[in-house]
Structure formats: C-alpha cells, structure tokens
C-alpha cells in the first residue's frame, strides 16, 4: 500500500487559491426536496500545500454532507481541512470592514466626499475628510454610490467551498465533489384522455423537476429517486416561476430499474436544470388503457351519533365518481408510476378537450390497481337516514337505515353504496345483498333503474 509523502512547509508557502474547472455533473432528484450532486472537476495542483475554492455551488448545500476526493492520484493527496464559508457581503458588513479606511462617497446631488469612514449607522454615514478637518455627515437616503478600494478579506459573493490539501507533487488532477442539496424536487404528472365511450384512457407520463438549489446544472446527467427515503425534512420551497415543456422523443425517455426498495428513473442523454426553473421531461406513453367508471355512495356524514340524537343526522347526499384501472402489461400499462397529480380530459363533439377532474396517485407498483376519484355525479342524488333506533339491552343498541338513490340519466347505473359499522356489530335483515368488505365497511352493489329510484334498507344490532 501506498503511503502520502508528508511535506515539511511553512504556512509563508501556501499558495494562491486554485480554481476548479468543470468536466461533467450528475444529479440524482429526490421526490422530497433534496438531491444528490456529483460534480467531477479538474484542479491544477503545486506540490505542497494547496488552497481550493468552489462557489458555483448550490445555494442550499447541506455542510455536512460534502465530500471531495482525488480521482487522479488519491494516495498522493491529501486533505488537511473542508470549510463552507458563507459570511456574505452585504453593505453594513463592508462598511464595518472600512472603519478608519478610506471610501469615496457620491450624493444624488453631485458632491463627492473622500476620506476616513468614522462611523454609520441607519440613517448616516460619517466621513473625516482630513487629519483635523471637517467631519461631514451624510444621510444615507441621499447617498447615489460608494467607491470602495478593493474587497476586504473574509468577504464573499457567494457560498463558497474551501479546501486546504497537501499535493505530493505537482499535478493536474481530477477530483470528485459530492454532496446533498435541498431546493431540488421532482414529481409525475400525467394527463389521461377518456374515450368517447368511458371505456379506455389514453395516459402520458411527464417528469416535472423544481430547481431552486441555488445553482445551474449545465448538461448533466439525471436520475430520478422514486420512493419514500427516510430523510430529516427540510423547510419546504414555493414551487413553478416558469415551464418548460419538452416533447417526447426517441430515445429522450427514462429508463426505469429496481434501485435497493425504491426506483430508479435515469434520463438517456444530458439536459440543462437551471437555477428557478420547472422542466418537464416526458416519461412515457401508453395510447389505450382498458378503465371502469364507478359510482361509490357513501351517506354518512359522521360516524358516531348520540343515543338521543339519532332523529336529526344528516346526509351526504352527493354520488362520487370513479375511474378505475389495472396497472398490469395486458392492459397497455404495466410500469411502477411515481406518485403525482393525474389531471383527467375528455374529447368533446366539436373536438376540442374538457378537463373533467384530477386526484392524487400514490407510488403504485406494476399490476396494482389505480382509483381516481375525480369529482361528483351530477344527476345521481343519494339519501340516508337512521329510521328506527331502539335499545335492547344495557349495551346492545338496533338500528335501521334507509338508503335512497335516485338515477336522472338516461341509461340505468351500477352504484357501490358503503356503509361504516361499529362495534361488535352484525347486519340481522337487508333488502339488498352486502359483502362485508373489512371488520368496519358494508358494502352493497345496486342498479339504479333510468329515471328511477332505488331505496336499500337493512337493520344493524351492535353492542360496545
């Protein structure tokens, strides 16, 4: 093994801060505000002790989470300190740096002042002209420019990373910065087009990236973590100032693969993420999705009541609206879909889009089942009502409910109407068949007739 040769020096022979050229840059976007940068770099190295600076970073850099290697010869280089410096210049900051040194200060009214800055505070700036000559004090609303000699040391521009690395031998090195930074998000949208029949969905997958890092990401490359990362929150960024929309093209998509439990989603060519930016990058496309439209009623406003207030419950009375679907091959999908907002359409007579409703998806794996609840049925109306309520015993209570769904279409429907229990509860009489769909849920599938009515009534004894 390789031993770092160990320069004996002074710090009179430290040099001048190297810069750092850019070569190539990689991203991996989280979908929870962070990513994970790698930044490759070339560094023109002395031998001995070396000071290197890299501000063009992200804004929003996590310290702690900095890395820095060589690439070139890492048993040759070694690193003595990493520092974040990110004591930004500001007015009050320079001026205290002036304090007893020369300024120059202009005034809108064309008057030039030059000499020791004394002091400032909000409102003035006090200038000593001469060695025992006028004080002059200035109002800072009528200060137009102040001339600084040069930049004070300790002062900087931006957030910038600094280095301290002892080189064996003089060298052009490639090294690798790494680090994590918040600011960065991603997220799948899709739009999804109803046939004319209700019967199939066309559905486009796009990629939307949120960079406000801080930072511009110039042809890297980009992969998309998708999956619940356990991670500390950080506050989070207002998102969107600006879209870029990019069609899809051959060879321009995501490649998708299992990474560790999550997925990993990797772009086949570099793109540009600059700094306040919304890019969208198309995911996929699948022209033909067999889908369900279903009607769910679910009346009950509360799930509890009192004893003696049974008599004044009221009802929903709305009837949701469905789309359902399988995520499987067979059925022109079959890829794990990153959460993200799914926004619904469909054509009408004259050709052009409506939008008819969007909802929220979960990361859902291949051959899962996709739900979208997309708004209320217009001409469906559904009542509930608790029409006899009597104690039989100390802890045992009889309830019956009727449910009425009236049906103003055109052409009969199948509603799904739920129904919530509690307790140690059994059904005793129905009107309808019911599936008991877990240790709380009743569930009954009934067809309400066009221009019709259909009511289910069914009694329910529980005890706590």
């Known amino acids: 093994m390789k031993k770092f040769i160990v320069i004996s020096m002074t710090l009179a022979t430290i ?33 001995g002790l070396n000071i290197v600076k890299c501000s063009d970073i992200a804004a929003q850099i996590e310290p702690a989470s900095v890395s820095f290697k060589s690439l070139t010869a890492p048993d040759r280089c070694l690193i003595l300190e990493q520092n974040f410096e990110y004591d930004l210049m500001n007015a009050d900051k320079l001026l205290k740096k002036y304090i007893d040194k020369n300024i120059k200060v202009m005034t809108k009214d064309n008057n030039t002042y030059s000499g020791l800055l004394s002091s400032y505070d909000e409102k003035y700036i006090c200038i000593v002209q001469k060695e025992n000559g006028p004080v002059y004090m200035l109002t800072r609303e009528n200060i137009r420019d102040i001339e600084f000699p040069l930049l004070p040391e300790g002062l900087i521009t931006k957030p910038t990373l600094v280095w301290n690395l002892l080189s064996a031998k003089a060298i052009q090195d490639t090294v690798e910065l790494g680090y994590i930074t918040g ?21 486009n997958g796009w990629v939307t990236i949120d960079n406000r890092s801080g930072a511009d990401y110039d042809s890297a490359e980009l992969k998309l973590m998708a999956g619940d990362v356990r991670k500390i929150a950080e506050q989070p960024v207002p998102r969107t100032l600006m879209m870029e929309a990019k069609a899809s093209v051959a060879g321009a998509q995501f490649e998708e693969k299992e990474f560790f439990e999550y997925h990993l989603y990797t772009l086949g060519r570099k793109t540009t993420l600059k700094n306040n930016q919304t890019k969208q990058i198309s995911l996929f496309s699948a022209p033909k999705i067999s889908i369900e439209k279903t009607y769910t009623y679910e009346g009950a406003l509360y799930r509890w009541y009192y004893y003696d207030n049974w008599q004044k419950q009221q009802c929903n009375k709305k009837v949701a609206v469905k789309i359902e679907l399988k995520n499987t091959e067979k059925n022109g999908l079959g890829i794990p879909l990153p959460k993200g907002k799914v926004r619904v359409y469909k054509t009408d007579t004259d050709g052009s889009l409506q939008f008819i409703g969007e909802d929220i998806v979960s990361h859902t794996p291949k051959d899962e089942k996709l739900i979208l609840s997309l708004g209320n049925a217009f001409d469906i109306v559904g009542e509930r009502k608790i029409t006899d309520h009597k104690k039989i015993a100390a802890n045992i209570f009889r309830d019956v409910y009727e449910i009425r769904l009236r049906n103003h279409k055109k052409e009969s429907v199948s509603v799904k109407i739920v129904e919530r229990q509690f307790g140690d509860w059994s059904i005793i009489q129905s009107s309808h068949p019911y599936e008991k769909a877990d240790s709380e849920t009743v569930e009954f599938n009934v067809i309400i007739p066009s221009d019709g009515e259909t009511v289910v009534t069914y009694t329910s004894e529980y005890k706590f």
Do not use: C, P
């Open 15 to 47: 040099v001048s801060a190297q810069v750092m050229e850019k070569k190539q840059i990689s991203l991996t976007v989280y979908n929870q505000n962070f990513a994970l940068v790698r930044d490759v770099r070339t560094v023109q190295l002395k031998e």
């Open 183 to 203: 600011g960065l998000n991603w997220q799948a949208d899709y739009v999804a087009t109803v046939s004319k029949d209700d019967k199939y969905i066309s559905l």
